[in-house]
T-cell receptor
């Protein structure tokens, strides 16, 4: 089934460093989205990138999309302790009229102060 | 403008009882999605609804689980005759629909079956 898979599963860095998380998926998509989840909370939408876009920025976040490799990356620059959370990518399915998203298992990011 | 409201936040049920989880989407959102999350895992898609219609229920177990989104009122995820394996966090999300919008998630309902 269409589902993003994040890599790595867990990432631990020092405050101020950059964090890169990757997502791979299987079939063609209309868009790919990144979300953040703090422990015990609901998910927060970060960025949506369409299939015809290659890169998108939002503050300290940079998302790239390579549809030929069916992969995306999320870069968090100058990380802060408050960035500690799980990060999920989600994809839709191009060949259906539905826009329901499928999520991967996530990357657990720990930023040490 | 309140976000997605889910209630209750925590729900404890004994095996065999029924669980009803409610979700009120953001104002102006007519698309609702339910997901289940086990500890340390990702979200598993369950069902996608629009007002009075089930669009995609491919993630719903065939038995005991049902969902509705009536013309008036919140969306309801209903689990009959709960078992311990139903213990999880259930998240609802809403969107205006279309391919250009992200989802807004509620804070979830944590179901514990004892």
């Amino acid at each position: 089934s269409q589902q993003g898979e994040e890599d790595p599963q867990a990432l631990s860095i020092q405050e101020g460093e950059n964090a890169t998380m990757n997502c791979s998926y299987k079939t063609s998509i209309n868009n790919l989205q990144w979300y953040r989840q703090n422990s015990g909370r609901g998910l927060v939408h970060l960025i949506l990138i369409r299939s015809n876009e290659r890169e998108k920025h939002s503050g300290r976040l940079r998302v790239t999309l390579d549809t030929s490799k069916k992969s995306s990356s999320l870069l968090i620059t100058a990380s802060r302790a408050a960035d500690t959370a799980s990060y999920f990518c989600a994809t839709d399915a191009y060949n259906t009229r539905n826009n329901d998203m499928r999520f991967g298992a996530g990357t657990r990011l720990t930023v040490k102060p | 403008n309140a976000g997605v409201m889910q209630n209750p936040r925590h729900l404890v049920r004994r095996r065999g009882q029924e669980a009803r989880l409610r979700c009120s989407p953001m104002k102006g959102h007519s698309h609702v999605y339910w997901y289940r999350q086990l500890p340390e895992e990702g979200l598993k898609f369950m069902v996608y609804l629009q007002k009075e219609n089930i669009i995609d229920e491919s993630g719903m177990p065939k038995e005991r689980f049902s969902a509705e989104f009536p013309k008036e009122g919140p969306s309801i995820l209903r689990i009959q005759q709960v078992v311990r394996g139903d213990s999880a966090a259930y998240f609802c999300a809403s969107s205006p629909g279309g391919q250009n919008y992200g989802y807004t998630f509620g804070s979830g309902t944590r179901l514990t079956v004892v």
